[in-house]
């Protein structure tokens, strides 16, 4: 079992930035892939950007990328969402996940454990 914590959202103007994070209390996630997810009010949750276990690789949703920045600190435990350019579009809940492989993915069901989620919101 993992226990994760996001932090860092909260209220901004459109063309802001924030910076979540996500840790795990309990254990080492030095070989497990992490992702970011947001969820808009009535819309699915959607794959926002995923990290590999050493940090080598990553992918992000095409509404995002450039925009926003995941990276990691395997000592501290902890994966990061760098987003600069907020746009009001950007306004929903982000949960941070954990999956039991090392290789990043943008598939939800591959995630094995899940956050509460921060919920991040841009005002225009």
């Known amino acids: 079992q993992v226990h994760l914590v996001e932090s860092g959202g909260g209220l901004v103007q459109a063309g802001g930035s924030l910076r979540l994070s996500c840790s795990a209390s309990?254990?080492?996630?030095?070989?497990?892939?992490m992702g970011w997810f947001r969820q808009a009010p009535g819309k699915e949750r959607e794959f926002v950007a995923t990290i590999s276990s050493r940090g080598y690789t990553t992918f992000y949703a095409d509404s995002v990328k450039d925009r926003f920045t995941i990276s990691r600190d395997n000592v501290k435990k902890t994966v990061y969402l760098q987003m600069n350019s907020l746009k009001p579009e950007d306004t929903a809940i982000y949960y941070c996940a954990v999956r039991n492989n090392v290789r990043a993915t943008s598939v939800e069901r591959e995630y094995d454990y899940w956050g509460q989620g921060t919920q991040v919101t841009v005002s225009s």
């Open positions: 309990e254990r080492t996630l030095s070989t497990n892939a």
